[in-house]
């Protein structure tokens, strides 16, 4: 989104309402709440322009504690929602907020087309690996074997990758983050509303509840070192709390693996260099999985391309200038027309 | 009626021409033999010549269907006269038939006594056979009881394009227009306009624009010769009286079209018009794409949901959100309506019903979507419902819509149907200046801000939109609070939400118009019921009947919900009443229980609408056999 | 009604408890207190001791909102009686509220003079706040008329768990077994088979079972000391007579799932049960996902239209499809049951229905998708539907369901609601072997085979299913000959096949009992006409005002559609017309259109049950004032 | 699908119906139907063991003409109905087949799901890059800039690639073909219907009436052989109707180059060798496109993995032998119940 950056002096507390928070105590809804309200003035938009966008889901209550616009919708259809929303006022800053459920069980095609299209908002995808509205049964990325409600022997359908299948139908800014990453998420943030186009952002989220510590391995202080890689464009692929570890591509395999620096006489060199513009490494980058690599987590697709309410209201402005006063009763008489 | 471009001063000095007050044609043939063309110019020089009219499209449902099958047949009806002509014609007078397959489709229509035009070049034994005969129609007794003309088209069309330098194949397709010229020749149609719209459709390729052009004057000139040899005969259908002003022929997807835009207008809103293809609806989304430079954003969605719902994201933006389907597409809208409801935005859903259940008839039509237009939601969702009647009646029908939308904060069904978005009539054009806008005002003013705050008068709420400095508010499909819009569980809240939200739609009903009788008055015998586009047959046959002194009235209703307030006491002061439905009585139903009245459904599912006559039969037989 | 394990001769010898007829206690604490677990106890023991009961979980809708707030207060209330106890109850005799919030939002129920049992300890100043209070409401007057039992519960079982080695936190969580220990012993129910089940649950953390354990001694020793004391009083609620055999308690959700489990094992199919969860609809899905070792095959699909999808594949395939939703998940539903519908297959469509509308109340009750199961299709397609009126008869509706859809080869809409699903009530287990089964027959001829080929009685298609050799053959939304089933855009068959549709749905009434009257008979002065989960108020509200000598009858109706063929006549030799309803009127809609009987709607649309007061109030008015 | 094969004599005729074909004369719908009539015989399943499930769409009219078991069931659905159909009878042998209207329009949201859990059928995408039976909009695989009655200057809304787009999702089988290949495409169909699971295919079709030529770049017989790249598992990828050029990688960029053999010193050794099992290199070849790359022709991408019918089935088996004959009186007497 570039509406055009405002000097105001808002804070964290100006974008929020007096609505009680009502997730449950611990849920990883609050830090990723905290860190969006703490972003919120650093972008720049008046609170007037903006929208917040949802379908159903705990994470979909997210419009009611934030003092912008919002418009708490049905389940799984924000992306066209916000698709009409744009297409009637262009200058507006949106954001969908949406669960794995909403976005990748009962939402996918909206989200495909909304990606497909380009569409110019951030879509904010909250993954708890479960549905945590309606009580806790699988979604379309809980881990195979995943017992619920409605799978007490396990689930046994293979889970979707919400950055490799974004990727697949052609998104052009795919970022991961998670809940507390109380830096990490706010810069994935500023990058995505910075992107001209749908800014598609994973935000791998904690439900207490339902499906406690599904990314301790993780996310957790002690393992975050070793489990995620911070992508930075132009920079190796390097990790480890050491940052002694690193990726490097098997061009055989067309496979990447991880490689100790040091070790076996490798060098930054032999590894593989962050390009946001590159979609094969990106999707190469979604891929990575625990426990033989990392999370990547950041920004790991960025490449602009027109957005389609830019291109539909262009098409829009160009007839009207075309036709500058053109009238109904002109139209009415368009064509054969006779008088008595 | 009379228009400077009738030259009936002009008229040929041969035989004087015999004259009829009102005629039927049905061209029929091929998909590829362009019906839909030849009936669409024939229609614009017979408005040309003064006549009312009302034509009837009737497309196969395959998009091109083999050559020579029954299935791929197209045909286009109109039915035109000195009087007021309000359907396509009971049964056709004339049936054109350039293959064996037309014949066999629509021979069963025409009145006994008509006439049957044919190619006879097009009955090579495989055609005859590919269209279910098992012998030659023309030999057996299958025509007899009609007038039949054979004419070697086929032949006489070769023999003018090839010279011309154009294949068998190009040469052909000239075929309609051949029969145009003598159908225009035959009802002294005056044929420049077609012959200049010829050559400007054919600007690039010559050659055929005169083939085309040859091939309508040799059709012509094939009449002047034949009725010299008495072999056939010409007639006269004089101009109607009517309104002076300028007219033109509309379809019901143009005038629905061009009136969502005069009420976006009106209303002084961005239209953001939002669709999903499906027949018969497609047009509408056709017409809308073509006309930007009104302002008009249309938005091909990837399917029905996406596109209701981005029309309410779009009305939740300040814009008038739109949206058009069909039944299995409206079926899948309603839980969105049902936001849009309760939520109180507005919004238009346009349903053009065709034949169902599921699948059904897409090419059909049909009224059977009127279950689904009031009651089809869950939970208690009661939206208006307006019904259009006729072509021309959809430019007011779709103003209205869009006026009771924005004033009341709601979605708005606006019921079209295949019959009367293919067909044409003639219209007198409407002047946007006599028209009262009702612009919309958004809310601006932060002071004591609600955005469930009503009018008192509308029980509408505040429409403030996203942009707006200090009205920063959030809404959804949570009950709200009836004061503050936030979300509530409170019990006697959801009474009040539910009651207000009720008595917004039924207050609806003062202002509407009240209820009047398009025929007759109270008490009659028999009161007939309509909605739709049963108006045409169900009006022509009442009056019809009542010219011929029977006791009967015709109430037609456009607010199907709410009901205009006056039409329960029009009702209950009358002896039977009579609801013909293309459906299976479902307008009956609502009337019963609404009204108590032992409201009787005459029904017909047959995807064909009602014919004048068996209106008249079902009338009569009701009033006690008949005058 | 006695039963092995009420042990009345064991009450200990202390003061002779008094006898009460009926008892209505409310649980109510905060979300992590445990208040369903503690009135799921409680149902279990007095069932056991012979009463009859009715329970309504009232949960929040958040999933464990904030500790302390008002919208995650969750309670759980029980009516239980030593005569025939059919609503969960008016209003509580008893409040048990665990910390401030509960008191706020329950306190209005509790009937004048009530008894409200605080736990003081949870009376901080935080949390009085937090409840909206703006000051401490044991020293104002909001307590006024009621007895107010204060005691610092909290305080008590930290005493007796933190010895055994629990945090402040953890001891705190078996505040409800205090509570549960004190009720058992005012209504002198055996505690036994609830110290047996914390045994078994805690197994793996053996303190925290002994903590609970001692908590529910410990409140049930309080009672007897207090009594003793004389500040406390206990009650006998005698057994009630009841016809023998085996009981259990069941819930809705319960009985309907294993109603449709036993449903296929009737008619000896398989069951494909496709769902997406919703609020309250998940727990069917949840129940039968547990019950693969009866074949039983669940799906939970990607949304709605794909279980609904799914269903229909399933039942195409052989097997029997049923698909459940709550009201957004239908609406979505309603184009695929439309080509379930057109291609005549069987499926169960089970509507647990919510408030609405839109997202509405999801934890609420209401019965507002009436209309939508009546009328929510595009194009004339209607379908049996059926209705349960309360936990237990959700079993016979559900294998009702599955029956017809079976026999008549068609969708079959089943409706139960949020109430129903959740409330439990005491059940004579049925025995399967005095169920007649109705067994499919495959077709399997390919003898002059077509897939449209009816039965003369019942009109339902074959069912032949892939895999069968030699009856290949293809079907489809398009209209269908019918005679072949191909495709067919034939006018008159699609009438014939409109109204054979029709004809076969309607004929259903045939095949279901007939109406008969749950209290009094024709001819009253009032007939109040129910559905669904009105039965139980209805009934109680009728049976008591003619026990008055008020000339009051009720029908209650389980078959929306077709209607029972005799409920016509019933209606019109009656009086006045009452229709009780948790919608805005549409059973009354329905009646009114289909009899012309002026049926009044009682309409209450809060999200909660009818109260018995109410509707003999509204009784009352309505026959002249009352008696 | 493993249905067990069975000697049976059936020829192409047995498969056609006695219903006339309605497709407009010249569409590539007939030579699709021809080359699937001509491959069942050779697939050894008994004609009433085969379903063929459509949605809506004129490629969906495909199973009236097929003389087996057959369902034309709506608008994008047909892999929900074809998911139920496997769970209620897993020997059946289901082909779906769907148009990109109906497949990735309004279906989307289903194809993904399929392919996610990889029911075990054929998937078959009669891709025409318009709406036929609508009358010619476009759709979510037009070009930009195709002008069609929605789109009167031209959409604007970037194409989905189908095979990038199943591959996304996690698909494990995925084919493409094209109508004309009389050849090429029974082959295609033997190799998808081998897999177990599902076998996406992607068929490149004809509309003559309202896209003609719109493939022609690709499929027309003088310029197929520069224009297409027939890939075979273990054989380097070699195209040119010399058989003169080839696809090699360029591992800095991760993306794929054509090369000609000889030209440079560049020898078969320096091309890539396509390997089925790889889901980068499949991704890669379904984005190859013209003008500068030829389009990848033939299986893609085969990698197997259980199917979910199977998983389901199987836990529903093992709940059913542990308990074999489990009533349902005793269900209705499970856990606490009391005698009067
Ligand atoms: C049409 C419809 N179907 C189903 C539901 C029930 N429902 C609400 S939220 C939800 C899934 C929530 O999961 P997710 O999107 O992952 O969000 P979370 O609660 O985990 O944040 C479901 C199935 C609904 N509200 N509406
Ligand atoms: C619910 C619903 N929406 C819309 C339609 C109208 N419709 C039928 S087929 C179709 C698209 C066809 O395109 P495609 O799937 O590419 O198939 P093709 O005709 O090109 O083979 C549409 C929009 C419908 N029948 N049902
Ligand atoms: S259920 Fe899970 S996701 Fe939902 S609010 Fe609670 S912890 Fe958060
Ligand atoms: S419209 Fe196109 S896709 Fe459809 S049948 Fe005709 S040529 Fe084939
Ligand atoms: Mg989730
Ligand atoms: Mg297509």
């Known amino acids: 989104m570039n509406v055009p950056k405002i000097d105001t002096k808002l804070t964290a507390k100006d974008f929020a309402t007096d609505q009680d928070v009502r997730w449950c105590p611990g849920c990883g809804d609050y830090a990723i709440l905290k860190a969006v309200q703490r972003t919120m003035p650093e972008i720049g938009v008046p609170k007037e322009n903006m929208v917040f966008i949802s379908g159903i889901g705990c994470a979909a209550r997210f419009p009611y504690y934030m003092n912008t616009y919002g418009f708490h919708t049905i389940h799984g259809r924000a992306p066209a929602f916000a698709t009409g929303l744009k297409l009637a006022n262009p200058e507006l800053d949106v954001w969908v907020v949406s669960g794995d459920g909403d976005a990748l069980s009962i939402g996918g095609n909206h989200l495909l087309h909304i990606l497909r299209r380009n569409v110019n908002l951030q879509f904010l995808l909250f993954n708890n690996e479960i549905y945590g509205l309606t009580k806790g049964q699988y979604s379309p990325t809980s881990r195979l074997g995943t017992r619920t409600p409605s799978t007490p022997q396990g689930s046994v359908d293979r889970p979707t990758n919400p950055c490799a299948f974004a990727l697949g139908t052609g998104a052009r800014f795919v970022g991961r983050s998670y809940d507390v990453g109380a830096k990490h998420l706010p810069e994935v943030l500023k990058r995505a509303h910075a992107h001209q186009g749908t800014g598609f952002v994973e935000i791998l989220q904690n439900c207490i509840v339902y499906n406690d510590g599904v990314f301790g391995h993780i996310t957790e202080k002690q393992v975050a070192g070793e489990a995620q890689l911070h992508v930075e464009n132009g920079e190796p692929l390097i990790y480890g709390k050491d940052k002694d570890k690193g990726i490097r591509l098997n061009p055989k395999t067309l496979t990447l693996e991880s490689v100790t620096l040091g070790r076996d006489g490798i060098t930054e060199d032999d590894l593989l260099v962050h390009d946001e513009t590159n979609p094969v490494l990106a999707t190469l980058l979604a891929q990575m999985e625990p426990p033989h690599m990392p999370v990547a987590m950041g920004v790991l697709y960025d490449s602009p391309a027109p957005t389609y309410e830019a291109a539909v209201t262009g098409q829009v402005q160009a007839a009207m200038e075309k036709k500058p006063n053109a009238t109904i009763n002109e139209l009415l008489h368009s064509g054969h027309t006779w008088t008595v | ?627």
């Open chain 2, 1 to 627: 009626m009379s228009t400077p471009l009738l030259k009936e001063d002009q008229s040929r000095p041969s035989a004087p021409r015999e004259e009829r007050d009102s005629v039927v044609v049905r061209f029929a043939g091929d998909s590829g033999d362009g019906m839909q063309l030849t009936g669409s110019q024939f229609s614009q020089a017979t408005a040309l010549a003064g006549n009312d009219l009302a034509t009837f499209p009737d497309f196969p449902a395959e998009i091109r269907a083999p050559v020579g099958t029954t299935y791929g047949v197209s045909a286009f009806q109109i039915n035109f006269g000195a009087t007021s002509i309000e359907t396509s014609g009971d049964a056709p007078d004339v049936l054109v038939a350039l293959n064996p397959a037309a014949l066999a489709v629509n021979i069963k229509r025409l009145r006994k006594g008509g006439l049957v035009l044919l190619d006879s070049g097009s009955f090579t034994e495989r055609n005859i056979r590919q269209a279910g005969f098992s012998q030659d129609p023309r030999q057996d007794n299958s025509l007899g009881g009609y007038q039949v003309l054979e004419i070697d088209i086929s032949q006489r069309v070769l023999e003018v394009a090839r010279p011309l330098g154009l294949s068998q194949k190009d040469a052909l397709r000239c075929k309609n227009m051949w029969v145009l010229g003598l159908v225009y020749w035959m009802y002294d149609r005056e044929p420049q306009q077609t012959l200049d719209w010829l050559a400007a459709k054919f600007a690039k390729v010559p050659e055929v624009a005169e083939a085309n052009i040859a091939a309508l004057k040799a059709g012509h000139a094939y009449g002047e010769t034949m009725e010299l040899s008495g072999e056939m005969r010409g007639y006269r259908v004089p101009a109607r009286e009517v309104k002076p002003g300028a007219y033109r022929l509309i379809t019901g997807a143009q005038a629905l079209a061009w009136g969502l835009v005069a009420g976006c207008k009106l209303a002084e809103l961005r239209m953001t018009f939002c669709s999903y293809p499906i027949t018969p609806s497609s047009p509408l989304l056709h017409i809308l794409s073509g006309l930007k430079q009104y302002g008009v954003v249309t938005f091909q969605a990837e399917d029905e949901i996406a596109a209701a719902c981005a029309a309410i994201g779009a009305s939740y933006a300040g814009s008038m959100g739109i949206t058009a389907s069909s039944g299995p597409g409206l079926a899948l809208k309603t839980e969105a309506i049902g936001l849009a409801f309760g939520a109180e935005l507005p919004l238009v859903v346009v349903d053009t019903q065709r034949g169902g259940p599921s699948t059904g008839l897409p090419t059909k039509t049909e009224q059977s979507d009127l279950y689904l237009a009031v009651w089809g939601r869950n939970a208690d969702a009661p939206l208006p419902v307006i019904a259009s009647h006729g072509p021309g009646d959809c430019f007011e029908a779709a103003i209205e819509a869009v006026r009771l939308a924005a004033k009341y904060m709601t979605p708005v069904m606006l019921l079209s149907d295949g019959y009367i978005a293919n067909a044409a009539e003639p219209w007198l054009i409407p002047d946007m200046n006599d028209i009262a806008p009702f612009p919309v005002t958004f809310h601006t003013d932060p002071e004591d801000f609600s955005p469930f705050r009503r009018d008192q008068d509308t029980l509408a709420r505040n429409w403030a939109i996203p942009g707006t400095p200090g009205l920063e508010h959030r809404i959804g499909g949570i009950e709200r609070d009836y004061d503050t819009g936030h979300i509530s569980y409170e019990p006697a809240n959801h009474q009040k939400m539910t009651d207000v939200r009720a008595a917004k739609v039924n207050g609806i009903a003062n202002d509407i118009p009240e209820q009047s009788f398009t025929e007759g008055g109270p008490g009659a015998a028999l009161t007939v019921v309509g909605w739709g586009s049963t108006y045409g047959p169900i009006r022509q046959a009442v009056a019809a009947l009542r010219a011929e002194g029977e006791d009967v009235a015709h109430l037609h209703v456009r607010h199907i919900w709410p009901l205009p307030r006056n039409l329960g006491s029009l009702l209950e002061g009358t002896g039977r009443v009579l609801v013909p439905e293309m459906n299976s009585g479902q307008f009956a139903t609502l009337l019963r229980s609404q009204y108590l009245v032992p409201a009787e459904s005459l029904s017909k599912v047959t995807g064909q609408p009602f014919t004048i006559a068996e209106l008249k039969d079902a009338i009569r037989a009701r009033l006690g056999g008949g005058a």
